[in-house]
């Protein structure tokens, strides 16, 4: 991937700062929306929480599991049009969501969300990837996530706000946000392509031969597979113990409020003392404790104590792992090996969507309620062993 060798480093700061308002839309359009889906239909449209919990999974898999195919297609047909072909159908997508009623048109819904998410995703990590150095990069993305929390904390709140007229507004609203996206592409963002697209096998046969590369994708799976439990098991335990759907919009905004104040500030404060590696593995063994310490939350105060745990190890392991996977990429192939780091999401995000739900119901009902906090608790701590002594440390990261 490659910037143009005319673009001026003033056209280059324009991309950038397009980036983060097209980071600031993306991400508030999804926060409004995806942490109500499974309060709405679950107990508004009386589905069963193992089945939203597939259908998430749905969109997680298929997004996350296509995203290797958006990112070999930006590689050879350049970012801007596959991020314009992406939001678009993510804003369809979204829009649909507004009218299912069903199992089936949840499902289809999310497909179509998940298809535009699978093609906008790794070109618009190419993007920052191309437009940074790897002076800037670091600061970029801690400010890119920074961003991300203030649409964290807005998202959630304008998404209970709008649920006072109707879900439906909700949805509309959320596909409002990705269609806005499609024109700040076009309008903002300077033609990247890689300079002599490789062919499809040689840039595959890259990522393959990256030992290191493909075994920090393997063990952020566990990362991940904890980590999508914000979008589905506490949102239901928060209902259940704050007592009304509020409450799960007042754990969001904590969450992201802690984003906001703690991002760019942590991290810089971290990266004085600690290599990439272990900042990484900090953060996970944070986030996992906060987790684990659920299975000991009786009221609605714990229960966001241990949000606030949650949220400091994904602050540290969010910008660190973009940080780390951008610079371990061959820019030969910068998006196909951003589109394969997907697969983490994908396998792992999928696997702890359907476990969230399943598990929530079947230790509720056998009355094990400590059983899923624990088992997540385990897999986000041997997910951080596995970083400490498999993943090896590189100087350039």
Same mark, same amino acid.
């Given at each position: ?9 003033? !056209? ?8 983060l &308002? ?11 929306? $995806? ?6 239909? #679950? ?36 970012? *801007?049009? $596959? ?20 199992? #089936? ?41 920074? #961003? ?12 209970? !706000? ?24 076009? @309008? ?14 040689r840039?595959?046969? %890259?990522?393959?031969?990256d030992?290191?590369?493909? %075994?920090?994708?393997?063990?952020? $799976?566990?990362?991940?597979? &904890? ?8 949102? /239901? ?22 984003? #906001? ?6 991290? *810089? ?7 990439? *590696?272990?900042?990484? &593995?900090?953060?996970?063994?944070? /986030?996992?404790?906060? &987790?684990?310490?659920?299975?000991l ?11 606030a ?6 602050? /540290?392991?969010?910008?660190? %792992?973009?940080? @780390? ?12 090996f951003l589109?394969?780091?997907? /697969? ?15 598990l ?7 009355? %094990? ?19 400490? *002594?498999?993943v ?6």
């Amino acid at each position: 991937m490659s910037v143009p060798a005319e673009l001026s480093d003033r !056209a280059r700061a324009r991309g950038l700062n397009a980036l983060l &308002v097209y980071t600031f839309l993306m991400v508030s359009g999804f926060a409004m929306l $995806m942490p109500l889906v499974t309060v709405h239909f #679950v107990s508004n449209a009386g589905l069963a929480a193992a089945a939203v919990g597939g259908a998430l999974a749905l969109r997680q898999v298929t997004q996350q599991g296509l995203a290797l195919a958006g990112g070999m297609l930006a590689d050879r047909f350049g970012v *801007r049009p $596959m991020i314009c072909l992406g939001v678009l159908l993510r804003a369809a997508g979204f829009a649909s969501l507004a009218f299912a009623r069903e199992p #089936v048109g949840l499902c289809a819904a999310m497909a179509l969300a998940a298809l535009g998410g699978a093609l906008f995703e790794a070109p618009y990590q190419a993007a920052i990837a191309a437009l940074t150095t790897e002076q800037t990069r670091p600061r970029y993305y801690a400010l890119s996530n920074w #961003v991300s929390g203030i649409a964290s904390t807005a998202g959630p709140l304008i998404g209970v !706000a709008l649920l006072r007229f109707d879900f439906q507004a909700v949805c509309l609203a959320a596909a409002g946000c990705f269609a806005l996206n499609c024109v700040i592409a076009l @309008l903002l963002l300077p033609p990247l392509r890689a300079e002599a697209p490789q062919p499809a096998a040689r840039r595959l046969g %890259l990522v393959a031969r990256d030992r290191p590369f493909l %075994l920090l994708t393997l063990l952020m $799976m566990g990362y991940w597979f &904890v980590a999508v439990q914000i979008n589905i098991s506490f949102p /239901l335990l928060a209902e259940r113990l704050g007592g009304n759907q509020d409450s799960v919009g007042i754990m969001f905004a904590l969450s992201a409020a802690l984003t #906001v104040l703690l991002q760019y500030h942590l991290l *810089r404060w971290a990266e004085r003392w600690l290599a990439s *590696r272990q900042i990484l &593995v900090l953060g996970v063994t944070i /986030l996992a404790l906060g &987790v684990g310490a659920v299975a000991l939350a009786g009221s609605f105060g714990a229960l966001l104590a241990c949000v606030a745990a949650f949220s400091l190890g994904a602050i /540290l392991v969010r910008p660190t %792992l973009q940080n @780390l996977i951008a610079s371990m990429a061959d820019r030969q192939a910068l998006g196909t090996f951003l589109g394969f780091s997907s /697969l983490s999401l994908a396998l792992g995000g999928a696997a702890g969507n359907v476990a969230g739900g399943w598990l929530f119901e079947s230790a509720g009902a056998a009355r %094990l309620p400590q059983l899923p906090w624990l088992l997540f608790c385990a897999v986000g701590l041997a997910t951080a062993f596995g970083l400490a *002594r498999l993943v090896p440390a590189r100087e350039a990261a």
